[in-house]
């Protein structure tokens, strides 16, 4: 291994220690199989004896993947035998990618680049089977709201505007469902800009939209400058292929959000995301698989790709003097399952398109196994959430009578 | 590295492949150390150039982990200097322990038993300078809920019963506030059965009690074959040192739960386990530390160690034949920060007291700088848990009107 260890104190360009693509890759190279498997049993949470099947794909994507220099990869999640269901197996895709050419370049051609930089990996997909595919956050444009410069806004579109005509073709030609997170322009309400999932029908039709819940404002995410908290509620969309959801972004350090598409019956949350290192690489693998764990459902998890540098600079409430870019956005897109099983991720530092088939009777199952539901006491969480939302809330507190005879 | 592979295909006694103690310290034996770094970076959610330090313990401490044989670990947890308050640095120990005598021997003597192995180690705690310890769930006992036989009731104690005024003498000692998970006669109410946390102040008093809120009925864990739901809503308990609560168990299972404690303004959450690896190994390294970040206080994780052994066998629900015991307690103790940042854990194999400093004011730092409570739109929440919990909750549904046309 000696030769490997070149260079690995240099901290790299894409906020890694090792310039490693991805955590599971780096694993695999450098421990002797059986470690492997033993450390791969803890961290994609598999039982003992248990493997995460890995998919085998077209000729026809691997090639596109070559090609276009993506990151493809493929698993499969497995559910017991019923006896009186037939086995649901659903194949989704997720994509991620980095934008296609400089955002000093104008909009049109912006979108145009982000749109051909797409087109094979969205055929890869296809090749692959795909069910059900979901694009990044705001995947039409640079994640430019670091920047609080409203010329951006004029990315926002209508639910049937450009970059969702684009996706309906494939939709049809794929028979695939499609969710396309972008710029929501509401031209009924006076104009009004949201964050939006566009959920495209197999028919290519558009089925509806859920728009963003939670808005971020924390360092270079305050994202309220452009668009406030969704008006939508927690809608479940009933596809082809099951019933799906998308929990937007920042929606998933809210464990009540991720609660609500539960109860209103998801079998898959989207989460496309854009997050960077320095802020919430640590929470990445752990959120989302808690998700799927306390809900019984699966968690397709989505981060773009990249550093995007914009041409005026700007400042990051943080004390550090203006600069062009807020970061690495790091990629490493994966699915969760209800088990607590996960898939590795997508790359750090590429774009990709990772693909998991899952039998969604796996949600239904963990459920009668570990009873989240029938012993989730709502009654109770009700009545406190009702309280807390009051002004004069009181917590219930017992303190130690002892406390002010302290010394110290 | 050739040697150290022998044998690692054989699963271990302990559920592990390998048979080794815990992921971090295998990682750390078979990784060279610029990659540790970079894998514990990921694994233990540090920022880049961060590091987790190690605290110094007392060498009284360390000649008893010796002596008496179990693990003993020490870190800190830091927190930005703040202008108007003074750092508050809490220590905090949880001890994890396998039962000390067979499970055939006469009640008595497994209670006596299970003091005398826990004396030195708590005596470690009070050397170290501990200013808070949780014991793990039910530790007066072997988990014997597995074997649906009622004789072990006569493990249940008052509130001020046995084992409480055993650790009393350690908190007045030590000036230590230590948390008691046993199993509960409730005289007042006719002998009810009730799975309990004490909460002893720093003064050897009684603050308080908090009663397990979610009981699994999984495998054999169906504990409602010996006590039921709590009735004591969330309190948290304030402390000399602190703001602290107690999510028994299975509670950890419960968004909500973590949740409410949280609203009721905890600190520090304790929850003491009782787990197998086949059951739960997977999920323990996530809902915890999803717990501290959603809710920006810190977790603290004990789980018990060992495989028990019973004098009757019994079934499980899952078409095995009879067996006597029902696996393997991994252990794996470990602590988690607000800032997504968590310990190593505990051996999975052995008794251990894991320590770690915590300066509380890094929960209101990251309810500043992430902003979750402000951004959590609770009046929906509150709307939405309100009409799920009637019987005829219509879910938020959204359907494809393609839907029937499908040809598949």
């Known amino acids: 291994m000696g030769s490997e260890n070149r260079g690995e104190s240099e901290k790299t360009s894409d906020g890694s220690i090792c310039g490693h693509d991805s955590l599971h890759r780096l694993l695999r190279a ?20 248990k493997a995460l099947e890995e998919l085998a794909l077209p000729e026809s994507a691997t090639s596109l993947s070559s090609k276009h220099g993506f990151d493809l990869q493929g698993f499969s999640f497995e559910a017991d035998k019923e006896q009186l269901r037939e086995p649901r197996i659903v194949r989704v895709g997720l994509i991620q990618n980095s934008i296609a050419v400089p955002t000093t370049a104008g909009f049109a051609e912006q979108r145009q680049g982000i749109f051909e930089k797409l087109q094979p990996i969205v055929e890869a997909a296809g090749a692959s089977g795909v069910n059900i595919l979901c694009l990044q956050e705001a995947w039409t444009m640079p994640f430019a709201f670091c920047t609080r410069e409203k010329r951006w806004c004029e990315f926002a579109e209508t639910v049937d505007g450009e970059s969702t005509k684009f996706l309906q073709e494939f939709a049809r030609r794929f028979n695939m469902v499609i969710i396309s997170p972008i710029l929501e322009r509401d031209v009924a309400h006076g104009e009004t800009i949201w964050n939006t999932a566009v959920i ?98 699966y968690v397709a998890s989505i981060n773009r790709v990249g550093t995007e540098v914009f041409p005026s600079p700007f400042t990051s409430g943080d004390g550090r003097p203006q600069h062009a870019d807020f970061g690495h956005f790091y990629g490493s897109s994966y699915f969760s399952a209800p088990d607590a099983s996960c898939t590795p991720s997508l790359a750090r530092n590429m774009d990709g398109l990772i693909i998991s088939d899952m039998d969604l009777n796996l949600c239904r199952q963990l ?22 939302t009051q002004p004069d809330f009181e917590p219930q507190v017992v303190s130690d009578p002892l406390l002010h005879k302290e010394a110290s």
Chains 1, 2 share one sequence.
């Open 30 to 49: 450098k421990l002797v199989p059986q470690v492997f498997q033993e450390v791969s049993r803890l961290l994609l949470g598999l039982n003992c004896g």
């Open 367 to 388: 459920k009668d196994k570990w009873g989240f539901r029938m012993t989730a006491r709502y009654d109770l969480y009700h009545d406190l959430l009702r309280r807390y």
């Open 200 to 297: 495209i029908g197999n028919h290519g039709n558009i089925i509806g939209k859920h728009r963003k819940n939670h808005i971020p404002r924390v360092g270079d995410f305050n994202e309220s400058t452009y668009y406030m908290e969704g008006n939508t509620g927690h809608p479940v969309f009933e596809t082809a292929y099951g019933k799906i959801a998308v929990n937007i972004c920042y929606g998933r350090h809210h464990p009540l959000n991720w609660l609500a598409f539960g109860l209103n019956g998801a079998e898959i949350v989207f989460n496309p995301s854009a997050t960077v290192g320095e802020l919430s690489e640590p929470m990445w693998p752990i959120e989302a698989r808690n998700a799927a764990i306390a809900n019984s459902y």
